[in-house]
């Protein structure tokens, strides 16, 4: 019961991408505004979560639609509790496609939050500060966050990219625990906790997914993808190894898959 509250389900599809949304995210709206039932505050708070729902649309829309323009195919977009997903095939073979792609939600959020702050009242601000963060938060360099899709692209020409996802990886913890930090001393404690099982926990699962895709396990410290991104890797370096499971059903089967790993193979043990 608990767990079907996060499997996707499909809505409908915008630009013709399918959309689907988690029933946690509606159970989560209607608690939020039966909350604030007779404080007065229901109407101001139902539009804020309308242009919340709003922006993030168009933040992984904006994600979805420039992958499509670089040749990427796009999935769908998943909008969960917290935050969205615009899940893409191709990375693995063009990761210099990843930074494009990732920068473009946080700009469609900052273009936004410019257009809103030209408007009069207190509404169109709201909008503008919600798209604020959303646009400026994203590109902190914590892995899966946008930043840190930014940051892997840059390790990936240099370095393999099972190497430069773990640096990402390793680097978007650190970032983690310092926003948890930060939190902590702006008494938000465990909204920084959140944040940074967030980033550990999906950070891990996308590495454990190219470690399967690329068949290839990281060698290199964080501080040597960091150099080679900048020096170059060593001569006779391969940067990109050939796929060896490139168009293996297994691998198809894992990337088409919406639950969890354990799951996944517990599924191919019968």
């Not at 630009?15 to 229901?42: D, E, K, S, Y």
């Not at 190497?163 to 930060?182: C, F, H, M, P």
């Not at 796929?243 to 599924?267: Q, T, V, Y």
Request: net charge positive.
């Amino acid at each position: 019961m608990f767990g079907s509250l996060f499997r996707p389900l499909p809505v409908g599809r915008l630009f013709g991408i399918p959309l689907l949304v988690m029933p946690a995210v509606l159970l989560l709206t209607v608690l939020v505004l039966a909350a604030a039932v007779g404080t007065g505050r229901l109407g101001e708070l139902a539009l804020l979560l309308l242009f919340l729902a709003a922006s993030l649309l168009a933040h992984e829309f904006g994600h979805a639609l420039v992958a499509r323009r670089l040749g990427l195919r796009v999935l769908d977009v998943t909008i969960w509790p917290l935050g969205g997903l615009a899940r893409m095939e191709g990375i693995f073979e063009r990761p210099e496609a990843e930074a494009p792609a990732a920068l473009a939600g946080p700009a469609v959020n900052l273009v936004l939050a410019g257009l809103c702050a030209l408007l009069p009242g207190a509404a169109a601000r709201d909008a503008a500060l919600i798209n604020l963060v959303l646009g400026l938060g994203n590109l902190a360099p914590a892995f899966p966050l946008d930043g840190g899709r930014v940051l892997r692209s840059w390790f990936a020409r240099r370095s393999p990219l099972a190497d430069a996802t773990a640096a990402a990886v390793r680097i978007g913890s650190w970032t983690g625990t310092t926003l948890l930090l930060i939190a902590t001393l702006n008494g938000a404690f465990w909204l920084g906790l959140l944040l940074l099982l967030y980033v550990w926990f999906t950070g891990k699962l996308e590495l454990v997914q190219v470690i399967l895709r690329t068949s290839r396990t990281p060698r290199l410290r964080t501080g040597e993808v960091l150099l080679r991104s900048f020096r170059g890797q060593a001569p006779g370096e391969e940067v990109h190894p050939a796929a060896g499971a490139a168009g293996d059903p297994r691998i198809e089967e894992l990337e088409s898959f919406r639950g969890g790993l354990d799951e996944f193979f517990h599924g191919r043990r019968r």
